[in-house]
């Protein structure tokens, strides 16, 4: 079965440091999306992804963030200087199979961050 | 804005023993709702969904209901198992391609 794939599974990193979490969606899926959850509290969206232009962001996804497809496959999270409240865990989610099911979103495994 | 309220956990049960998680959410129009379960360590999995009023979502022996009326979802499950140990999200979603808002989440221990 097709399955969301996440490198890698932990990261850690200096306060101010760059960092690029990785995701390969499934195939065939055209939305993509971002979640992160901050250790003990609820899941909460970044930002989602479709026909290679973020189609919406929330308040949390400033200007030190970004996402990237840059091939057919892998979809991008760049925090361009960590701070220590980006410490989460993030995971990447996609959905909308053409020719099928369009609502579920199916999630990767997580890459947790820390930034110390 | 949506928004998506569940119980407080931990819920700690017994083997065998009935569980229920409320769940009930804010939203305009007739959005899409879903359980979603993590288990220790691991991501989000899709528990089960509706998509419209009066349908039910079923899967593992979780059920859940879509009531328009009371704007809920509640999930149950008649005998749980140690197995089901987990934390359950509730989300909704306006549409394909739109975001999911989650609730806080409800860890449930179930001991033997």
């Known amino acids: 079965e097709p399955e969301v794939t996440q490198t890698p599974s932990h990261q850690v990193t200096q306060m101010g440091q760059e960092v690029i979490l990785r995701c390969v969606p499934i195939s065939n899926h055209l939305y993509f999306y971002w979640y992160r959850q901050i250790l003990g509290q609820k899941v909460e969206f970044l930002v989602s992804?479709?026909?290679?232009?973020?189609?919406?962001k929330s308040e949390i996804f400033d200007d030190q963030f970004s996402v990237e497809r840059p091939d057919g496959s892998n979809f991008t999270l760049k925090i361009r200087s960590t701070k220590l409240e980006d410490s989460a865990m993030y995971f990447c989610?996609?959905?909308?199979?053409?020719?099928?099911?369009?609502?579920?979103?199916?999630f990767g495994p997580g890459t947790r961050l820390l930034v110390l | 804005g949506n928004s998506v309220t569940q119980m407080e956990g931990p819920v700690t049960l017994s083997e065998e023993a009935f569980l229920t998680i409320n769940c009930t959410y804010t939203?305009?129009?007739?959005?899409?709702l879903f359980w979603y379960v993590q288990y220790p360590g691991e991501g989000l999995q899709l528990l089960l969904k509706a998509t419209k009023a009066d349908d039910k979502g079923s899967n593992k022996g979780f059920e859940a209901t879509y009531r328009k009326e009371t704007t809920s979802f509640h999930l149950e499950k008649g005998s749980v198992q140690v197995s089901d140990s987990a934390v359950y999200f509730c989300?909704?979603?306006?549409?394909?391609?739109?975001?999911?808002?989650f609730g806080g989440g409800t860890r449930v221990l179930v001991k033997p």
């Open positions: 989300a909704l979603s306006k549409t394909a391609g739109n975001k999911l808002t």
């Open positions: 989610a996609s959905s909308g199979n053409p020719t099928g099911e369009k609502e579920t979103q199916y």
């Open positions: 939203a305009t129009g007739y959005p899409s």
């Open positions: 992804f479709y026909n290679n232009e973020i189609s919406e």
